[in-house]
């Protein structure tokens, strides 16, 4: 079994490689490679996708490595291999997003990806710090994880999904903000996991052992 950490020049995926490698060692997972080559995308198990940054560029600089989104939905579209988005990651997963301009999405996950409106206006966006996750449907990605476990988020963004057992998981924020998303093989997750300490590393094992 094998994972990779598919790097386009979207952020220090340092933290995030340190993260699935020792969880990977931990749960039997096999090698964890970050890399740009679309090839070595064709033939992972499973594919993590990371972003930092706004949604137009992320997208931007993802396509602008020639073959590398044909590879990833390839082998996640057509071959069915386990899928994790991060961060702008998982947003990239909507059907469209709103950050700056209108820009298209991957349309794996329908929904769109919106600005995060607060009810208490005294609360900060960016939505940045620890939160509580609520779960909202079950999946294997929660064993060991309950209700009230912290997750660590930086965004001013989150995805508005248009189907409701879509959403897996949220946080409170005056108001629900989407943490975690998932259909069939893929998952999106709006936090950091490799910087929720124990709750994050909890989850990278989880989805390192999942089968869909």
Excluded at 131 to 138: A, E, G, Q, R, S
Aim: glycine content about 8%; aromatic content about 8%.
């Amino acid at each position: 079994m094998s994972t990779v950490i598919v790097d386009y020049e979207s952020g220090n995926l340092h933290s995030a490689a340190k993260a699935f490698q020792r969880m990977a060692a931990e749960v039997g997972a096999g090698p964890v490679t970050v890399t740009s080559d679309p090839d070595v995308v064709r033939r992972a198990d499973r594919i993590v996708l990371p972003g930092d940054g706004a949604f137009p560029a992320c997208r931007a600089q993802l396509f602008d490595h020639s073959g590398l989104f044909e590879a990833i939905e390839e082998r996640v579209i057509s071959r069915a291999a386990p899928f994790l988005g991060i961060c702008i990651g998982m947003q990239m997963l909507a059907t469209t997003g709103l950050e700056y301009t209108e820009t298209q999405g991957f349309d794996w996950i329908a929904g769109t990806v919106a600005r995060i409106a607060p009810a208490d206006r005294a609360l900060k966006v960016p939505h940045m710090g620890w939160n509580d996750l609520v779960i909202d449907h079950p999946h294997p990605v929660f064993d060991g994880i309950s209700t009230g476990d912290h997750a660590y988020f930086v965004h001013s963004y989150h995805m508005q999904v248009a189907d409701p057992a879509h959403l897996l998981a949220h946080v409170d924020y005056a108001g629900p903000v989407t943490a975690i998303v998932g259909r069939d093989n893929i998952l999106g997750m709006q936090f950091h996991p490799e910087k929720s300490q124990s709750t994050g590393l909890r989850l990278i094992g989880n989805f390192l052992r999942w089968r869909p």
